[in-house]
């Protein structure tokens, strides 16, 4: 029966093997509708979602970091999220804070939770370097318990949830290091280069010719 059993686990470990392997195939073919190149970066976002970890992508601007996130929030049929992050940028401009509201049946006032935009599955922390180390840390309970706390006050965040976060490696004026416990919530820093030639000219064709494929869901 032992190895009855044992044969099962093994079949069971090639089956899911062979399912991630076809929705990763999938995924990367739709993101490939709209993302020239950049195949090894495709793959180690893929390697971090399977995985259910964050990952932070390091790239100078226009390498479709940005594009790269939400194209793949739509082919999961995921929410997605987008925080801009910016030196103004409060921690409740990410988790959401309380605000007093009217009650209208009893014309009573109180406190109630309007969530941030942590609060999403896909959620992109675009240059998230460029805010100070006090919102940064923010993101510190959402990344790695996948919950956040406001005015004493825990809130569940929902299944599944990834943190993806940019930043530009070159640009220093207004930015601030990453803390070392940011820094050790991503499972992957993926590095950006510029593209081929044959790849930038594919790129021009695509953004001054008709509109990109349109992007469709492929995993539930």
Same mark, same amino acid.
């Given at each position: 029966?032992?190895?009855?059993?044992?044969?099962?686990?093994?079949?069971?470990?090639?089956?899911?093997?062979?399912?991630?392997?076809?929705?990763?195939?999938?995924?990367?073919?739709?993101?490939?509708?709209?993302?020239?190149?950049?195949?090894?970066?495709?793959?180690?976002?893929?390697?971090?979602?399977?995985?259910?970890?964050?990952?932070?992508?390091?790239?100078?601007?226009?390498? +479709?970091?940005?594009?790269?996130?939400?194209?793949?929030?739509?082919?999961?049929?995921?929410?997605?999220?987008?925080?801009?992050?910016?030196?103004?940028?409060?921690?409740?401009?990410?988790?959401?804070?309380?605000?007093?509201?009217?009650?209208?049946?009893?014309?009573?006032?109180?406190?109630?939770?309007?969530?941030?935009?942590?609060?999403?599955?896909?959620?992109?922390?675009?240059?998230?370097? *460029?805010?100070?180390?006090?919102?940064?840390?923010?993101?510190?309970?959402?990344?790695?318990? *996948? *919950?956040?706390?406001?005015?004493? *006050?825990?809130?569940?965040?929902?299944?599944?949830?990834?943190?993806?976060?940019?930043?530009?490696?070159?640009?220093?004026?207004?930015?601030?290091?990453?803390?070392?416990?940011?820094?050790?919530?991503?499972?992957?820093?993926?590095?950006?280069?510029?593209?081929?030639?044959?790849?930038?000219? +594919?790129?021009?064709?695509?953004?001054?010719?008709?509109?990109?494929?349109?992007?469709?869901?492929?995993?539930?």
């Amino acid at each position: 029966m032992t190895a009855s059993l044992s044969e099962l686990d093994r079949l069971d470990d090639a089956a899911l093997a062979d399912r991630l392997q076809g929705a990763g195939q999938r995924i990367a073919s739709e993101l490939r509708k709209v993302i020239v190149g950049q195949d090894a970066v495709v793959e180690q976002a893929l390697v971090a979602l399977f995985a259910g970890g964050n990952c932070l992508l390091v790239g100078v601007p226009g390498l +479709a970091k940005t594009l790269l996130i939400s194209t793949l929030a739509r082919a999961l049929d995921l929410k997605f999220s987008r925080i801009q992050f910016t030196p103004d940028l409060m921690p409740s401009d990410v988790t959401g804070t309380d605000v007093i509201q009217d009650d209208p049946a009893t014309g009573q006032r109180r406190l109630a939770f309007m969530p941030g935009p942590v609060f999403a599955n896909v959620l992109l922390a675009d240059e998230i370097n *460029r805010t100070p180390p006090k919102t940064q840390a923010a993101l510190l309970e959402a990344m790695q318990e *996948r *919950r956040v706390t406001v005015q004493g *006050r825990t809130y569940e965040l929902d299944k599944p949830f990834f943190v993806f976060a940019t930043q530009n490696p070159i640009e220093l004026e207004g930015t601030y290091p990453l803390p070392e416990a940011q820094l050790d919530r991503f499972m992957l820093e993926v590095m950006l280069d510029y593209l081929p030639e044959e790849d930038e000219v +594919a790129v021009v064709k695509a953004t001054t010719a008709l509109p990109p494929e349109a992007v469709h869901p492929v995993v539930s």
